[in-house]
């Protein structure tokens, strides 16, 4: 009897599972942690139905590969069953380096380390207890693979990881504009000349698609309350090292966390994998919990407002702050705190967000003519995603604690 197991999925309905290898990797305890991470981090703190995990999300791009592929055989794309597996494992965990919190705390709990270097990383840990056999989905991550099309479906401006997220996160968001036509886009999509391209059809659903994007990074993804609570969690974590620097030895727990935090691990972070796949979500929320009754006024305001829900006024602006509008802000906490300069940058800063709805000069995506012919999308004729759109846009932000005087 054929192995098959299947998954119920909130968004898709049922996912299928029918590799022994690709149910062994699910299984495995790394894989499993990603129930324990919050696909969109503090997000749920402005929209409450936001709560889904990096397995689900993990889940579900995997299903569109599956579906993807099936496409793109019965197309005459050529794709052996070692590649079949290979780039369902790939997507299956392209996401399994991220840590705590995902992209909000990236570079902060662990400095200097992205999510994608982890995630190979622990790829190749598991490889070699699966005896090899994940060399192929390493190569197609890795994107050195001879066959492009299949790490474009992984990582790409119309990759599969992409269509679901934008799918899932307005699901659990309720946010409508960023539900895209991803059953369309994967009926079009074609391999030509060794590359992912789409057929001419489906141009108005790629451009439904990259809009849906470039609406949910402003009115989801980058919402200013949402970048404000997420920019506190990170002064969290450089308040607690600083006053770890300064002697102060209560900040330090008796946890997995404070290993990576406080730099108490030698040698290279290969080598404690064990230990990173350990931490999650809860790791930072019973941190916070127990840093909201320390000693210093600052992490612990800090912790109780994330705790409470009383978050940092962020004011987004498409100019750059103006320095006497900053100035007048944090000589006002400053005075009120009765704190000098440097701890007011903990209540009171400035940075910038940024987003593009799309690159030409990065992962292009070229639409297939009948005639044979091959345009970028931005170049078809009429195109809604002209060059000029395409251009990133750029919004500046000062984001500060509300005193009395600054309300």
Same mark, same amino acid.
Not at 90 to 96: E, F, K, P
Not at 117 to 133: F, R, V
Not at 168 to 179: A, H, I, K, L, P
Not at 305 to 313: C, Q
């Given at each position: 009897?054929?192995?098959?197991?299947?998954?119920?999925?909130?968004?898709?309905?049922?996912?299928?599972?029918?590799?022994?290898?690709?149910?062994?990797?699910?299984?495995?305890?790394?894989?499993?942690?990603?129930?324990?991470?919050?696909?969109? $981090? @503090?997000?749920?703190? *402005?929209?409450?139905?936001?709560? +889904?995990?990096? &397995?689900?999300?993990?889940?579900?791009a995997f299903h569109l590969m599956t579906l993807a592929l099936a496409e793109l055989k019965a197309k005459g794309a050529d794709v052996?069953?070692?590649?079949?597996?290979?780039?369902?494992?790939?997507?299956?965990?392209?996401?399994?380096?991220?840590?705590?919190?995902?992209? $909000? @705390?990236?570079?902060? *709990?662990?400095?200097?380390?992205? +999510?994608?270097? &982890?995630?190979?990383?622990?790829?190749?840990?598991?490889?070699?207890?699966?005896?090899?056999?994940?060399?192929?989905?390493?190569a197609i991550f890795r994107n050195r693979h001879p066959k492009k099309f299949l790490h474009q479906l992984v990582s790409g401006q119309l990759d599969v990881d992409r269509m679901d997220y934008l799918t899932?996160?307005?699901?659990?968001?309720?946010?409508?504009?960023?539900?895209i036509g991803y059953d369309r886009i994967l009926k079009m999509l074609i391999?030509?000349?060794?590359?992912?391209?789409?057929?001419?059809?489906?141009?108005?659903?790629?451009e439904e698609f990259l809009v849906s994007r470039r609406l949910m990074y402003w009115q989801v993804y980058l919402h200013k309350t949402v970048l404000s609570s997420e920019m506190m969690l990170v002064k969290i974590f450089e308040r607690a090292r600083h006053i770890h620097h300064q002697g102060d030895t209560k900040v330090v727990l008796d946890d997995v966390l404070s290993l990576f935090l406080f730099s108490s691990l030698q040698g290279p972070l290969k080598e404690h994998l064990e230990?990173?796949?350990?931490?999650?979500d809860t790791d930072v929320i019973a941190a916070i919990k127990k840093w909201s009754r320390?000693?210093?006024?600052?992490?612990?305001?800090?912790?109780?407002?994330?705790?409470?829900?009383?978050?940092?006024?962020?004011?987004?602006?498409t100019d750059p702050i103006p320095e006497e509008e900053f100035g007048k802000i944090h000589a006002m906490v400053r005075r009120e705190w009765n704190i000098d300069a440097a701890d007011a940058g903990y209540l009171v800063f400035t940075g910038e967000a940024e987003n593009s709805l799309y690159n030409p000069f990065d992962e292009r995506i070229n639409i297939l003519f009948r005639d044979g012919?091959?345009?970028d999308i931005s170049q078809v004729d009429n195109a809604l995603i002209h060059q000029k759109l395409s251009e990133p846009v750029k919004k500046f932000y000062i984001c500060f604690h509300r005193t009395e005087s600054t309300r």
């Open positions: 009897m054929a192995f098959r197991k299947i998954i119920n999925d909130p968004v898709y309905g049922f996912i299928t599972v029918d590799d022994p290898l690709i149910y062994r990797i699910i299984s495995h305890p790394w894989y499993q942690r990603l129930r324990r991470i919050k696909q969109m $981090a @503090l997000s749920h703190l *402005v929209y409450p139905g936001a709560v +889904h995990s990096r &397995l689900h999300h993990s889940l579900g052996s069953p070692e590649e079949e597996q290979g780039a369902r494992i790939a997507i299956l965990l392209h996401d399994i380096g991220h840590g705590p919190f995902s992209h $909000a @705390l990236e570079k902060v *709990v662990i400095e200097e380390m992205d +999510h994608e270097t &982890l995630s190979q990383l622990i790829m190749e840990k598991m490889n070699e207890e699966c005896e090899g056999k994940l060399d192929t989905a390493i899932r996160d307005s699901f659990f968001t309720g946010v409508s504009e960023g539900t391999v030509h000349q060794g590359e992912l391209m789409v057929e001419e059809k489906a141009v108005y659903s790629i230990l990173f796949c350990q931490l999650d320390h000693p210093d006024r600052i992490l612990s305001f800090l912790c109780r407002s994330i705790l409470d829900r009383k978050l940092f006024k962020l004011k987004l602006q012919s091959i345009r």
